[in-house]
């Protein structure tokens, strides 16, 4: 009984640690919006609502480590990405930023009729080499989430990286917690550290507004809600499927996966994800 015990704390122990310790692939992506949220909202009447599919990307790289199952599960090629781009160009789409999207819900500007947003989770290095460059080429806008505590690591944007592109007029610079912690459930002072200071830090060390947020792996609550609301957030994404932007879910809007897709079957995904269960509260 006694070993027993000990196991049973040291596997808790090693989930906690991993939960809110960066290590996304170490948790599912919450996918459907949990039932208090639902509850809360069940009899409130959007007033405003927008059809913007947001993109959601992590690493576009060449993996260099075939081994790296996790890092290539979650990657598209830089080429891939160039004509995804392109696609979305000749399509007539208009690239937009969140705080763009806020503003609309908040009736302080108009859209254009076929609007995107183009979201980079967690702040990889390889936005800067690799998608920065083709943002350029096409002179299109892109949302990236950093996490402070993870800048200047090998694997994620310097300092000077971020000052650039949050200058270049291209990139807005949202904020994906301090961690890349879990916020679901999480004690409110530690979620407050975790999603006020994230905006108070990037705003402070780069000399910019934040305004727009990410939940890691997509998890979020009625107090988090309330918490990303508080610390002065006008827009935040989740990891749930859709594309329907609301003034009722403007703090867990919906994202599109790619997924790899060009030309043809990715203009069906962006029209097509548009079924009932995705549908417009």
């Known amino acids: 009984m006694k070993y027993a015990l000990i196991f049973i704390v040291l596997i808790l122990t090693i989930f906690l640690f991993y939960k809110n310790s960066g290590f996304r692939q170490s948790i599912p992506d919450v996918v459907k919006i949990p039932d208090e949220v639902q509850q809360s909202i069940k009899n409130v009447k959007p007033q405003k609502t927008f059809r913007v599919p947001i993109l959601m990307y992590h690493y576009v790289e060449y993996v260099k480590d075939q081994g790296d199952t996790i890092r290539k599960s979650l990657n598209l090629e830089p080429h891939v990405f160039d004509l995804e781009i392109k696609t979305l160009k000749e399509a007539g789409y208009s690239f937009i930023t969140l705080s763009d999207l806020a503003e ?7 859209l254009p009729s076929k609007s995107i947003v183009l979201t980079f989770d967690d702040g990889y290095r390889d936005f800067y080499t690799d998608v920065y460059p083709i943002l350029k080429k096409y002179q299109v806008k892109a949302v990236v989430f950093v996490i402070p505590n993870f800048i200047d690591r090998p694997d994620n944007l310097t300092g000077p990286m971020i000052s650039e592109i949050s200058k270049s007029g291209l990139v807005e610079i949202g904020a994906h917690t301090m961690n890349h912690s879990y916020l679901s459930g999480l004690p409110l002072e530690r979620m407050r ?9 990037l705003e402070k060390a780069f000399n910019i507004k934040v305004t727009s947020f990410a939940y890691p792996y997509g998890a979020f609550d009625n107090a988090s809600i309330d918490m ?40 069906d995904l962006l029209e097509k994800t548009n079924l009932a269960k995705y549908q417009a509260f």
């Open 104 to 110: 609309a819900l908040d009736n302080k500007r108009s």
């Open 193 to 201: 550290y975790e999603v006020e200071q994230s905006r108070e830090y």
């Open 228 to 267: 990303v609301k508080k610390s002065g957030f006008t827009a935040a994404v989740s990891t749930i499927p859709g594309v329907f932007a609301q003034d009722i879910n403007r703090l867990f809007l919906y994202r599109v996966r790619p997924g790899g897709r060009i030309g043809v079957d990715l203009l």
